[in-house]
């Protein structure tokens, strides 16, 4: 069992900054085992019991974390040159080892998964699982008929693997616009699956996994836990699983 800084284990539990939760503990907020404590910098193992403004919090054996991924940042832990996932989140979880539940291209967007639990992020990629995930696309050319078949069908790539059956759904209100949903998580697989039908890829933004949204309140590059209802809904075994 590891000991803590009050504020850091507050900020993890609560999900709110630290110098957030430094603020609610000096203001006489937050209760440690049951007894008020006004010391930011106070041990406290990471099982003990918090509560803020009388409600209680769990300290949470793993984190998992919604992201609005910008454009330029790469879905990885770490990386020597680009801002990763993972960087945008470390002040707030300094040691907790985050990595990003399956992959957006650089230059795609949108809902990523951030966790430190390793078999909960393998059962939500299993191909066995079928977990969707739903994109939002915009292409250099009109969505045809055609495409929405040869998604329906199951595209073969370019170097012979023939992809699982998708749903391409064209936007009545934009002609290059679609919604793509995929059945499977292969490298690059929009843009390799349009790269077929003659079709370039704009846009990519990753609007849902699972049956899970990404939150719209969430500007791109920011950040919030999952809640306990909406992890049921990705969980292994869950509705969506
Ligand atoms: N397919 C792609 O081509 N790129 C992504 O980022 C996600 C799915």
């Known amino acids: 069992m590891a000991q803590y800084r009050l504020d850091r284990l507050?900020?993890?539990?609560?999900?709110?900054?630290?110098?957030?939760?430094?603020?609610?503990?000096?203001?006489?907020?937050?209760?440690?085992?049951?007894?008020?404590?006004?010391?930011?910098?106070?041990?406290?193992?990471?099982?003990?019991?918090?509560?803020?403004?009388?409600r209680p919090l769990r300290w949470q054996k793993y984190v998992y974390l919604m992201l609005d991924k910008p454009q330029g940042v790469v879905s990885a832990s770490r990386d020597g040159r680009d801002t990763t996932v993972a960087d945008l989140v470390r002040a707030q979880y300094p040691r907790r080892e985050l990595f990003p539940a399956g992959r957006l291209d650089k230059d795609s967007t949108g809902f990523v998964l951030l966790t430190d639990d390793g078999a909960f992020a393998h059962a939500i990629l299993s191909p066995r699982r079928h977990v969707p995930k739903t994109y939002r696309v915009e292409l250099d050319t009109p969505v045809t008929p055609?495409?929405?078949t040869a998604f329906a069908q199951g595209v073969t790539l370019a170097d012979g693997q023939a992809m699982k059956p998708a749903d391409l759904i064209p936007d009545p209100e934009n002609p290059l616009a679609a919604t793509v949903v995929?059945?499977?998580?292969?490298?690059?697989?929009?843009?390799?699956?349009?790269?077929?039908?003659?079709?370039?890829?704009?846009?990519?933004?990753?609007?849902?996994?699972?049956?899970?949204?990404?939150?719209?309140?969430?500007?791109?590059?920011?950040?919030?836990?999952?809640?306990?209802?909406?992890?049921?809904?990705l969980a292994p075994g869950g509705q969506n699983a």
């Open 10 to 54: 507050l900020a993890e539990a609560a999900g709110i900054p630290r110098a957030e939760a430094r603020r609610a503990i000096l203001k006489g907020q937050v209760a440690l085992d049951g007894a008020v404590c006004r010391r930011p910098d106070q041990k406290a193992q990471d099982t003990a019991a918090l509560a803020l403004a009388g």
């Open 182 to 233: 995929l059945h499977q998580g292969v490298y690059h697989q929009i843009k390799r699956m349009f790269g077929v039908l003659d079709a370039g890829v704009n846009e990519l933004h990753r609007q849902a996994i699972g049956g899970l949204a990404l939150d719209p309140a969430l500007a791109p590059g920011q950040w919030r836990p999952i809640t306990e209802e909406e992890l049921a809904r």
């Open 146 to 148: 055609a495409m929405v």
